[in-house]
């Protein structure tokens, strides 16, 4: 009895972990590639910003349906968003001129707004049915995923110097990975592992989403500092030490790297103790953000953001796995919407929020504006477990 009931648990708890794995594929060859991208569509710098509004643009109707469409359809539908979010980049690539790149960066938005609410709805769903900490490791595997596919994207235009090739090869290891995920999900279900889908559903009282709504908010001011570290932390060793382009970019790649192995070591911890775990992160990430502010020479300033990554990195995951979890499954596809789409609002506020404040102040004491947003997280954990309380006693 106890293999039959192993061999579908095992494999849900593949399932976001692959898919996680393909998201960060995909996002380290944009990453990589965006420089091609724009001189091939022939913009200019300012006409690449505003083209790269759409990203958000697409995304934040995208997440607000998904959850939904999950709720009805099953975990299963993830793998089949991934796979198109892969395709998306090959369509991307053939974009020439600024009409196409608007059209092609906004559906890429979209697929990635859906991928990203079916892939949390997923990671939750299995850690609640596994009681394994799988949100915070999955996590872990895109951070892990991006950085590496970043490195292997920079190799693959050295040798090609071809957009299409990037997306290509990237939607080859994307596509493989949705389709790995459909398989594991429909054998775990085929096998007796409860899809929890199935069964039936009820609007929950607006008390539960006020509760959603609020995790989703405190992680939009985690999601605006993560941000901008990755956006701006190579600019402030180039603009506040005279760094050069190559060793500015140690900082966002010893952020990323610091995040993935973060998310990888307290995944048990942020499980079992998330409020200790909220407080010691948001605490660690304002200590960070501080340092980074003042710090005399470039090598405090690479210890504050690597501080900050280590605090900022748990932040995210550990809400969504705690404001999730008494959601029943036939829901969580909804719930995650909420949670996410509040926070994504954070994601794409971050850069601007800085650069306002670097325009004031100058990049290196605008990271005291990002040290202030941590600290509202800070502030704001004392009142997540009367959220939820409040959230379950309304739960359909």
């Known amino acids: 009895m106890s293999t039959v009931i192993a061999r579908p648990a095992g494999l849900l708890r593949a399932a976001p972990f692959l898919g996680f794995a393909g998201f960060g594929a995909f996002w380290g060859v944009w990453g990589a590639t965006l420089p091609l991208l724009r001189v091939q569509a022939g913009v200019s710098d300012a006409e690449f910003g505003v083209v790269l509004l759409f990203i958000g643009a697409g995304a934040l109707p995208a997440m607000l349906m998904t959850g939904r469409l999950v709720d009805a359809l099953g975990l299963r539908v993830t793998g089949v968003l991934l796979a198109l979010l892969g395709v998306m980049g090959v369509v991307l690539s053939t974009a020439t001129n600024y009409a196409a790149l608007c059209a092609g960066i906004l559906l890429t938005g979209a697929s990635s707004g859906a991928a990203d609410v079916a892939l949390n709805t997923l990671a939750a769903t299995v850690e609640k049915r596994t009681g394994r900490p799988v949100v915070t490791r999955s996590h872990a595997a895109f951070s892990a995923t991006v950085a590496l596919t970043s490195l292997g994207t920079g190799a693959l235009t050295a040798i090609a110097g071809s957009l299409l090739v990037n997306f290509a090869a990237g939607a080859v290891v994307v596509v493989a990975l949705g ?199 800070l502030a704001a954990v004392p009142v997540l477990p009367a959220l939820r309380r409040a959230g379950s006693r309304s739960l359909p």
């Open 179 to 377: 389709l790995a995920v459909v398989i594991t999900t429909r054998l775990a279900h085929a096998e007796g592992a409860p899809e929890g889908q199935d069964e039936p559903t009820r609007p929950g009282r607006m008390s539960w989403w006020i509760a959603l709504v609020m995790v989703g908010a405190i992680g939009a001011f985690a999601f605006a500092a993560e941000n901008a570290y990755q956006s701006w932390s190579a600019v402030l060793l180039t603009d506040a030490f005279t760094a050069s382009p190559a060793l500015a970019a140690v900082a966002p790649s010893a952020f990323a790297t610091t995040a993935a192995l973060t998310r990888f070591a307290t995944g048990t911890v942020t499980l079992r103790r998330p409020i200790a775990t909220l407080v010691a992160a948001s605490a660690i990430a304002t200590a960070g953000g501080v340092l980074t502010a003042f710090a005399p020479t470039l090598p405090l300033a690479l210890a504050g953001i690597v501080a900050a990554a280590v605090g900022t990195s748990a932040l995210f995951p550990t809400l969504l796995s705690y404001g999730l979890r008494p959601v029943p499954d036939g829901s969580r596809g909804r719930a995650t919407s909420a949670v996410s789409t509040v926070a994504y609002l954070g994601y794409l506020a971050g850069p601007a929020y800085f650069g306002l404040l670097a325009e004031a102040t100058g990049v290196q004491r605008s990271f005291l504006g990002i040290a202030a947003l941590t600290a509202v997280v």
